[in-house]
């Protein structure tokens, strides 16, 4: 039960050793603000000298339940999360109308003796906490006191309780923050907490919720939060008496986040494990190829708590470079676990954001992690990203507007056609739309979503897809496949078709040879580099200047020897002998300029990586290029060496593929 | 206008200008070839608005005038026609027949009024060369190409002088790309009338369309003004448009020091270099050069395939030399020099090798060794 926020003498020893395991006196906590500043709120004489006054209680929580409450989800939240501080093993949450009728949480964890339950209501009490020390040292959800005050400020409070080794439980009821009743009543061990009417007294910030589904969509989210990191408590979620969320509890973190994240990312998860010293990185991310346009989708978690956190973020996001492109996002479940003194989260009343001591080494941990658990999937399975890149992130394939009534002999405007209604009725998926792209092997995961976000409709292919993909045996293996396939020609001197048997392959041929030349540059070590006979200038800004300074012996490494000559002017004296013989000016200050942008939020190694991916870039066949059968042959044959032939560095894909099923399909075959 | 011209003749004429009428430029009539017919011969023009071809030929016409062609089209039309005589037509404005005995073509064409004026150069003061030497120079300057995308003109073009000596006056050609360079002199005669003059960049396009021409006459006539290079022969003339720039100083490199000559048979340099390439790839291209006494040891190394290792005997008695090369460079020097046995100047890794013969002296490569 919600053990509130309050009393929770039986925890306190975890959190405190030297505090008496009882005793009313400890529960003030001596936090943030001083207790006796509360001691006499209504002592001062109301004369017309003053008018600074201390505000009285019930009007300062209503005050700090602005903070802590700020709709339906956040109430959800702060009482789940006392539900696991008491150590519940099961909780479950009705909602009524979006939380606007009910809020009602129920636990079995260690429950409160009525005490307890009348002190956990006041402002500050907490069991959970006790010295200023513990404030740094903070292991439980919860620890300010704030939250069943506030929330009882604004609502119609019920709480009942029993202790484990009390027979009788009690009842304690409340409106806008005042205690209506008190009595004893049997109950079952733990905490039931019903919150009716929130914002009752409070109608302008009642004004302020939304809907009721969109309160509902935030409780809900704010559940499969915590789920995410309690997978051992089994979760219940019902809106109106219908059972939304159902989560039992279970020891395998990938079965919950299987459920939670839904079963799209089904056998493309990827185990992170990481430890540096006493900090462990762990959890679960998605293939590349299972992306969101938001970062909605990455549950982070600092010792189990749900957090919001621009660095763990990015560095999470870097650590899948080069594999997604601009603008998508991966799906993650990572929980870090670290000395709850390196943390604080003292930070936000809501507490979903943190501080940590050594952001910098937090951050290289979870890189890496990301990096090498998406590393050894893709190598331990092909089917883990190596083999297909993203298909229809765009929509690329447009067929030509061909009327349907084309053949009759009537040419009429084309556009017009597409929708008119009754023919079409026969096949909801109009024949119109982008043609389904297939994953390299048909028995995989359909892709096409990407551009249908969550919401697109499940189509029968994906219905049977999952269920599909583990029989797979054909994998598609990577060396060699590329090669063999008949080229058919040139699209555009940008797009090489291929004849893959049963299906047909577009690969491009930027795109593929970026990637080539990327592999080549990553490898570095032996990267050959040409002297240049004619030393090359480079006129640069003045910030460019500075930026690319800091960079010049990395540079080298790459086989880019670049020199300053005085001024913000540089002379470049060698390249790698990868790259055409272009004008390297350009690319430096591309570098620069990145570099300039991208500041010293970024850690060397990712704007060195961004110089790769230029030079890449610069080194790579152009889109528009005509190419000879020998050169597409060449590039083909590269591609297959490449680790990860599927994306450029960018994180595009390179090819993608039409199976005959669906060009049949488009014709009405 | 009517005229009747052998088959054969204007083959090979429309062959010449293919080079520059397949280029794209701004205007689509460039694609087409400018044929007038004047008294007794009739000329054809073809620009890419950079290099302009102009010929004069005899033939047969019957009515003067002026037409537009496809060149590519009108190419490939007579080159496949049977009988020995083709015979063009403007029937219409601008509607081209092409006819002989049993066979007819009928194309269109554009205004002759629309075809960009090729520039025309009056008082250029022209120095005679022999033909031979000209193409000689251009071909193995242009072996040097520049990247399709390149901007740079002393890239995409070749520094073209005339200098005057003590006791001798030459034209003389530089190419580079950045990595390696060769400069290729012809020397002129005095009765030549040379014209010394300010170095110039010539596109390196329009020097391999001139190349095309100079095949059939001894001499050809070359000369700069008002930026244009101009080579004129008795019946046809290639006009190119200069590019402006600057060509890096490459005198001091050029400069060498004999004592760090080291003398080669240039087919077996050359042959081990091309054993030596085989192992090189994009991304592991060099080839590393050990001069130790009087022994060459060459090793190849690509961490994707392999290693290979060959030695020769060489005259080397300095100190140990290592030098890391990309084998492509030094092939196609080779390939280009006639002599049989060639100085390779190399004084370490740092500084530019430079290649030549030991007896023929016009030539002169340099390139830039690869870190190490």
């Known amino acids: ?669 | 206008m009517k005229f009747k011209i052998s088959k054969k003749d204007i083959s090979t004429i429309l062959g010449r200008v293919q080079g520059i009428t397949g280029r794209k430029s701004n205007l689509a009539i460039t694609a087409n070839v400018l044929i007038k017919g004047e008294g007794q011969g009739i000329s054809f023009v073809a620009t890419d608005l950079e290099t302009g071809f102009e010929g004069h030929y005899a033939a047969d016409v019957e009515r003067e005038g002026a037409i537009t062609i496809n060149a590519k089209k009108l190419f490939e039309i007579v080159q496949n026609f049977p009988g020995e005589e083709v015979l063009i037509e403007e029937i219409e404005r601008q509607w081209i027949e092409i006819k002989n005995n049993n066979i007819v073509y009928h194309i269109v064409g554009m205004s002759p009024d629309d075809f960009p004026d090729v520039p025309r150069v009056d008082e250029v003061t022209f120095t005679r060369v022999a033909t031979g030497n000209v193409r000689e120079m251009i071909e193995k300057t242009v072996m040097i190409q520049a990247p399709s995308d390149e901007k740079r003109a002393h890239i995409t073009g070749v520094c073209f002088e005339r200098i005057q000596q003590a006791d001798s006056q030459l034209m003389r050609m530089v190419s580079t790309d950045g990595r390696r360079l060769c400069k290729v002199d012809v020397e002129i005669g005095q009765e030549d009338n040379f014209v010394p003059g300010e170095s110039v960049i010539v596109p390196k396009k329009g020097l391999m369309e001139a190349a095309k021409i100079l095949d059939k006459e001894e001499f050809v006539e070359v000369g700069v003004k008002d930026n244009y290079l101009i080579f004129k022969m008795e019946k046809e003339t290639v006009i190119i448009g200069l590019l402006e720039g600057d060509f890096p100083e490459y005198e001091q490199v050029i400069e060498k020091d004999d004592a760090f000559d080291i003398e080669v048979d240039r087919k077996l340099f050359s042959m081990m270099l091309k054993r030596m390439s085989i192992l090189s790839s994009d991304s592991y291209n060099s080839v590393i050069f050990n001069f130790a006494a009087n022994r060459l040891e060459v090793t190849a190394t690509n961490p994707d395939l392999g290693e290979s290792k060959e030695d020769m005997a060489i005259a080397f008695e300095r100190d140990e030399v290592e030098v890391a090369f990309n084998p492509k460079y030094l092939i196609d020097t080779l390939n280009v020099i006639n002599d049989e046995r060639i100085l390779v100047n190399l004084r370490d890794n740092h500084h530019p090798c430079l290649v030549e013969g030991v007896d023929e002296k016009r030539f002169l490569s340099i390139i830039m060794p690869m870190k190490i």
């Not at chain 1, 209503?62 to 700020?70: P, S």
């Not at chain 1, 202790?163 to 049997?186: F, N, P, R, W, Y």
């Open chain 1, 1 to 669: 039960m919600p053990c509130f926020g309050s009393l929770k003498e039986k925890k306190r020893t975890r959190s405190n050793p030297r505090a008496p395991p009882l005793g009313l006196p400890d529960l003030f906590c001596t936090g943030p603000r001083p207790a006796p500043l509360r001691a006499k709120p209504l002592s001062f004489p109301e004369t017309s000298m003053t008018k600074v006054r201390i505000l009285p209680d019930i009007l300062s929580n209503k005050i700090a339940a602005g903070e802590v409450v700020e709709r339906p989800a956040s109430v959800v939240k702060e009482l789940v999360e006392n539900a696991l501080d008491a150590k519940s093993r099961s909780i479950t949450i009705d909602i009524e109308k979006g939380g606007r009728r009910l809020i009602r949480v129920a636990d079995d964890g260690c429950g409160m003796v009525p005490d307890d339950a009348m002190l956990a209501i006041e402002r500050y009490a907490t069991s959970k906490i006790h010295t200023d020390e513990d404030l740094f040292n903070i292991q439980t959800l919860g620890f300010r006191g704030e939250a069943l005050p506030s929330i009882a400020s604004v609502s119609k409070f019920t709480l009942i309780s029993r202790a484990e080794d009390m027979d009788i439980g009690c009842t304690l009821e409340m409106a806008g923050g005042k205690v209506t009743q008190v009595s004893e009543t049997g109950a079952p061990r733990g905490t039931l907490i019903s919150v009716a009417h929130l914002f009752f007294n409070t109608p302008a910030r009642r004004k302020f919720l939304k809907g009721e589904g969109t309160e509902m969509g935030h409780i809900a989210d704010t559940v499969s939060a915590i789920a995410l990191a309690w997978p051992q408590v089994r979760f219940r979620l019902t809106h109106n008496g219908k059972v939304v969320k159902s989560w039992p509890a279970t020891t395998d973190l990938r079965q919950r986040v299987e459920e939670v994240l839904g079963r799209e990312v089904r056998g493309h998860l990827a185990p992170v494990s990481i430890s540096r010293g006493d900090l462990t990185v762990s959890g679960f991310i998605t293939a590349p190829e299972i992306t969101r346009s938001t970062t909605q989708k990455i549950f982070l978690f600092v010792n189990g708590r749900p957090v919001k956190d621009r660095v763990i973020l990015n560095t999470l996001l870097s650590g899948y470079r080069p594999r997604l492109m601009k603008g998508r996002f991966p799906m993650a479940v990572l929980t870090l676990t670290l000395p709850f003194d390196w943390v604080d989260v003292n930070v936000h009343p809501a507490k979903n954001e943190v501080r940590f001591r050594d952001a910098s080494s937090v951050g290289s941990a979870v890189q890496e992690g990301v990096r090498l658990a998406l590393e050894s999937a893709e190598k331990a399975s092909r089917r883990f990203g190596g083999g297909r890149p993203l298909t229809a992130a765009t929509p690329s394939f447009s067929p030509m507007p061909m009327p349907r009534e084309g053949l009759a002999g009537r040419v009429a405007e084309p556009t017009a056609l597409f929708d008119e209604g009754p023919e079409m009725t026969g096949e909801p998926e109009t024949s119109f739309a982008p043609l389904p792209l297939q994953p390299w092997q048909e028995t995989d995961t359909p892709s096409l979503s990407e551009a249908g976000e969550t919401e697109r409709p499940l189509t029968a292919e994906d219905e049977k897809a999952p269920e599909a993909a583990p029989l797979s045996t054909d994998a598609f293996q990577p060396p060699g496949q590329f090669a063999h396939l008949r080229v058919i020609g040139q699209h555009a001197n940008t797009y090489i078709l291929c004849d893959a048997g049963d299906g047909l392959i577009v690969i491009d041929q930027h795109a593929a040879h970026e990637r080539v030349v990327f592999e080549q540059l990553k490898r570095g070590g032996t990267l050959h580099s040409q002297r240049l006979l004619v030393p090359e200038t480079v006129e640069l800004g003045y910030r460019e200047t500075d930026a690319l300074e800091g960079i010049l012996d990395k540079l080298v490494d790459f086989g880019l020897e670049v020199e300053p000559f005085g001024g913000t002017t540089f002379v470049v004296k060698s390249v790698p002998s990868i790259l055409s013989t272009d004008s390297m000016a350009g690319l430096i200050s591309e570098i620069a300029e990145q570099r300039v942008r991208m500041g010293k939020t970024d850690t060397l190694e990712q704007s060195l990586d961004a110089c790769l991916i230029l030079m890449a870039c610069h080194g790579a066949i152009r889109a528009g290029q005509a190419l000879s059968p020998k050169e597409i042959t060449h590039l083909l044959t590269q591609m297959d060496a490449c680790d990860d032939p599927s994306f450029c560095p960018h994180g595009r894909p390179t090819w993608i593929r039409w199976s005959t099923g669906s060009l049949e399909r488009a014709f009405k075959r």
